[in-house]
């Protein structure tokens, strides 16, 4: 059976640092201790900052809507504007500067 919904209808939670809110699609629980196993969601960017970072979890990333997103990681800006996706490893301090608000998918 398929089952719809509106972004609109997902519970939203804030950024720690404030910097956007993620809308949780589906997440899969991890181990005690952990964030989760595996995790879909869509996270609107209202500033610049540091993505979260979730112990020994790798993130998916793709634009859904905005003018782009500078990725910054290990120093190296990464413009994230035409091209469809891009996956950064744990171990990778990425920080993001929106060009303006953005809505990104994160797996």
Not at 16 to 42: H, K, M, Q, V, Y
Not at 47 to 68: M, Q
Not at 81 to 98: C, E, G, M, Q
């Amino acid at each position: 059976m398929i089952q719809t919904w509106s972004v609109g209808s997902l519970p939203v939670t804030r950024w720690r640092n404030g910097g956007g809110e993620t809308r949780e699609i589906i997440a899969i629980a991890g181990p005690e201790g952990s964030d989760f196993l595996w995790r879909a969601s869509i996270a609107t960017l209202d500033k610049d900052g540091p993505f979260s970072r979730f112990s020994g979890i790798d993130r998916v990333i793709t634009l859904l809507e905005g003018a782009g997103v500078i990725l910054t990681v290990d120093g190296e800006n990464i413009p994230r504007r035409y091209i469809p996706h891009w996956l950064f490893p744990v171990t990778a301090p990425v920080l993001h500067v929106s060009q303006a608000r953005a809505r990104i998918l994160i797996l």
